[in-house]
């Protein structure tokens, strides 16, 4: 029962209307996704909401196709940017900053928000923000970016798997799946793996 009402959990508007009341008249939602890929970009979305939007959730609890279509529907509504970082700038950078990098570039697309609300990194800008724990599942604005990014990470895999074969970059999408595993192994890192990721760096040293 306690997993079920988490998944009917709807976000809601409150922290946005909040804060257009403390007088923050332009916010912004903010989420990643990729973090925990082996492969590929790590990518940002950011989003100002301009009305409520109906059938959001946090991008994990919809299928692709839910996500497409919320995706278009707020692009269509809402003012919204993506930020990508790259696997080899998260080698040379880290993953904080490069979390941090991939926010300021979705930012970076909009009318410079008054008050950012990122989904449990805080961003570290001089725009003030608010993390929220869970805020892909609570906070419509974060919920919008997660969707966005999401469909947009997606897309980059599946071009990815076009350019690099034998991995299936668009069924695993870079995680470390038992498939992903056992291609790595077969055909080593490609130059979209990310080597500073431990599994990656095993995986070269055998070689």
């Known amino acids: 029962m306690k997993r079920l009402s988490k998944r009917l959990r709807i976000p809601q508007t409150s922290q946005e209307e909040y804060l257009k009341e403390c007088g923050f008249e332009v916010v912004c939602g903010v989420d990643e996704v990729g973090r925990g890929s082996w492969a590929g970009s790590l990518v940002a979305g950011a989003v100002i909401l ?15 196709k839910e996500r497409e279509k919320l995706s278009s529907k707020i692009k269509r509504s809402s003012i919204w940017g993506i930020g990508e970082v790259s696997a080899s700038d998260i080698d040379k950078i880290g993953l904080s900053k490069a979390t941090q990098l991939a926010f300021k570039r979705a930012i970076s697309k909009l009318r410079k928000p008054d008050f950012v609300l990122a989904d449990g990194f805080k961003f570290l800008s001089p725009i003030p923000c608010r993390a929220l724990k869970k805020g892909d599942m609570t906070c419509s604005s974060i919920a919008a970016a997660s969707i966005i990014a999401k469909v947009y990470r997606d897309q980059l895999m599946r071009r990815l798997d076009k350019d690099i074969k034998g991995y ?22 490609s130059l979209e793996h990310r080597k500073s990721y431990l599994p990656i760096k095993k995986a070269l040293s055998n070689r």
Request: aromatic share 10%.
């Open 50 to 64: 301009s009305r409520r939007l109906y059938g959001l959730r946090d991008s994990k609890l919809l299928s692709s």
């Open 168 to 189: 299936y970059f668009s069924k695993h999408k870079g995680y470390g799946t038992k498939l992903h595993q056992n291609r790595i192994a077969k055909l080593g890192p």
